[in-house]
């Protein structure tokens, strides 16, 4: 059975950073485009990032420049690692499976000062 692990969040204060992992398995990892997500408060999930699995990586605009998205294939592991974090970005982040649409948990990440 899948199995989407995050990991990673917590609260930092504006300008900050953290990296958010997603540990992955019972599918074949290395094949898919995985991708993050994030929900605040009140406002539907949207679409952060995405990682093929050759490589290729997509932002959403609202984080291009800030957000870095990667793979391990070896370790079965996605990671995002964010840069000068602001206040909007708080939300519960969620990494997905794009091929078999499978969900992780979820990891909250609270920007405040």
């Known amino acids: 059975q899948e199995q989407l692990v995050e990991s990673g969040g917590g609260l930092v204060q504006p300008g900050g950073s953290l990296r958010l992992s997603c540990a992955a398995s019972?599918?074949?990892?290395?094949?898919?485009?995985m991708g993050w997500y994030r929900q605040a408060p009140g406002k539907q999930r949207e679409f952060v990032a995405h990682?093929?699995?050759?490589?290729?990586?997509n932002y959403a605009d609202s984080v291009k420049g800030r957000f870095t998205i990667s793979r391990d294939n070896a370790k079965n592991t996605m990671y995002l690692q964010m840069n000068s974090l602001k206040p909007e970005d708080t939300a519960v982040y969620y990494c997905?499976?794009?091929?078999?649409?499978?969900w992780g948990q979820g990891t909250q990440v609270t920007v405040s000062s």
């Open positions: 019972g599918s074949i990892f290395s094949i898919y485009t």
């Open positions: 997905r499976n794009s091929y078999t649409d499978y």
């Open positions: 990682i093929t699995g050759g490589g290729s990586t």
